[in-house]
């Protein structure tokens, strides 16, 4: 079953991804990620942090960058995306984001500083594929109520938009969030922060 903004959060999400295709190209028409940032090899080779600007990063729009080889997805959620969150606890192995896949800093309900920008690792926890983003469409075999999130095509893991894994998938983790800070309100380091441990 649905919630009942969907129709509402549908349209919204079709019209950032149609924004996107009008300004990035074909490249973005399937998988609706805004961008995807690689830093120099260099910078890669050292596992330096990643500087990402989210100035032109809209409601319902997420941005794909890369840090020491793996994929790091921003995504900007919506108050109804914010809301929602809190109602599907019981569907989820770890809501209160028990284990340590997280900074302290990022254990609370939106898994994240700021409850509208989401900041997490994009490798699944059970083998290590890459979600798909589904922001809005029910995935294929998903039986319970669908707030968006990310389906996991390998095995068949979901997750939602603060990366909880949901009961009953090969996935028994939530997806990691690495550490991260705002450098001001539009710029994000990934990578470091200000506590002397993070995750990964
Ligand atoms: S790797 Fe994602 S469900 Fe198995």
């Known amino acids: 079953m649905k919630h009942d903004g969907a129709d509402k ?6 019209t950032a991804a149609t924004t996107v295709v009008g300004g990035a ?6 998988v609706p990620f805004i961008a995807y940032w690689r ?4 910078a890669e080779a050292a596992g330096a942090p990643v500087e990402v600007d989210i100035t032109g990063l809209e409601k319902g729009q997420l941005i794909n960058v890369e840090w020491r ?10 108050e109804e995306t914010v809301d929602a969150l809190e109602t ?10 028990n284990d340590p896949q997280q900074p302290d800093y990022a254990r609370n ?33 998903m039986d319970r109520e669908w707030i968006g999130g990310f389906f996991c095509p390998c095995h068949g893991s979901y997750f939602d ?9 090969p996935a028994n983790l939530n997806l990691v969030v690495p550490p991260y800070k705002f450098i001001d309100d539009d710029t994000i380091l ?3 922060d200000d506590e002397e441990e993070g995750v990964a």
């Open 9 to 14: 959060r549908r349209r919204r999400f079709l």
């Open 25 to 30: 190209g074909v490249a973005f028409l399937v």
């Open 39 to 42: 830093p120099s090899a260099r």
């Open 69 to 78: 080889g793996n994929p790091v997805w921003i995504f900007r959620r919506d």
């Open 88 to 97: 599907i606890d019981a569907q989820l192995v770890d809501p209160d984001s």
């Open 109 to 141: 309900k939106y898994r994240s500083v700021k409850p509208e920008i989401m900041v997490l690792v994009g490798i699944c926890t059970h083998l290590g594929c890459s979600p798909l983003f589904r922001p809005d469409e029910t995935p294929e075999g």
């Open 161 to 169: 938009l603060a990366g909880r894994v949901y009961r009953g998938v």
């Open 190 to 192: 990934v990578g470091e």
